[in-house]
């Protein structure tokens, strides 16, 4: 018992795992060389291959097409908009930040093939892989906490 409260208070008081501390920028891994460049804007489509600056609303302002597959949390950030796919494959949508992104065609959501983090110090938080025909796709994000957000949508 006594052995098992100061587990508890040694846990208590550990210092947290500090975030790493960044100087200097990580490469974006392969494929995603667009990441480095200055952002362009946009009003709501995105273009393959380029790195772009959003600004979100708040998500109770928002009006999807579908309603997110993850319900945002009040309070967070969203929007809608569009990227036409030229060439089918598979391409990856990285964001800056932590967001639920829904890609939506045809009225329904598409399934992932494949998802992973960002380095630490690549600005890259969230990379979603999705296998895509030729088209035109709704791009709906959601559940970010802030109304900044940068994102690229690159063929792998």
Request: charged share 15%; net charge positive; glycine share 12%.
């Given at each position: 018992m006594i052995a098992s409260l100061f587990a508890v208070l040694l846990l208590q008081t550990a210092p947290a795992a500090a975030?790493?501390?960044?100087t200097a920028t990580v490469a974006p891994p392969a494929g995603l060389e667009a990441w480095s460049s200055a952002p362009g804007m946009t009003a709501d489509a995105i273009p393959p291959g380029k790195n772009i600056a959003l600004?979100?609303?708040?998500?109770?302002?928002?009006?999807?097409?579908?309603?997110p597959a993850r319900p945002p949390a009040p309070g967070t950030f969203g929007g809608v908009y569009h990227v036409t796919v030229a060439t089918a494959g598979t391409y990856r949508v990285v964001l800056q930040n932590g967001a639920w992104i829904d890609l939506v065609r045809d009225g329904k959501s598409l399934t992932s093939a494949?998802?992973?983090?960002?380095?630490?110090?690549?600005?890259?938080?969230?990379?979603?892989?999705?296998?895509?025909?030729?088209?035109?796709?709704?791009?709906?994000?959601?559940?970010?906490?802030?109304?900044?957000?940068?994102i690229l949508i690159a063929a792998k």
């Open positions: 975030a790493p501390v960044c600004t979100l609303r708040p998500v109770d302002g928002v009006t999807f097409p579908l309603t494949g998802h992973m983090e960002g380095a630490p110090c690549s600005g890259i938080r969230k990379i979603v892989d999705f296998d895509l025909q030729t088209g035109t796709y709704s791009v709906q994000l959601s559940g970010a906490k802030t109304p900044q957000m940068r």
